[in-house]
């Protein structure tokens, strides 16, 4: 409130969907811990192609050991969570190629990783992707938007404002 009545401009980040594919509510996920935002909150993602790139400009900050999950803090802070399909942990990397390090500096648009989606759709309980924000906190809003047919790199997802 004091940002505002003392001029401070309001700042934002506008994501784009890393991933190809139709838009789905968090509260859709057929995993309790995603669909009850136990994590946080954000959007989940039917993929149509195993391609995964940047949402946002920033910085890996986590590569899961078995390649199916990749931590980014966006430039203000914001840390996202790509949590690729679900149960995929058990496939301990099996079917995941990874492009990046910890620590890289990223662009959005960016390819991150790729994921064989037919493995997935065979070895693990579902391929819905969620991308979450893990921490919320930091922000005053989030503007979701959905689409049937989103494009990796292009289609906005979400709007933040801080």
Known sequence: MFDKLFGKKQEQELFVSPLSGEMIKMEETPDLVFSKKM???GV?????DGKVVAPIDGEIIQIFPTKHAIGILSNKGLEILIHIGLETV?????GFTVYVNKNDKIKAGDLLMEFDLELIKKKASSTVTPIVITNGEKIQSIEKTYSKEAVAGQTQIWKVKY
């Open 39 to 41: 994590m946080g909150d």
């Open 44 to 48: 989940a993602i039917i993929p149509f």
């Open 90 to 94: 058990a496939m301990k990397g099996e």
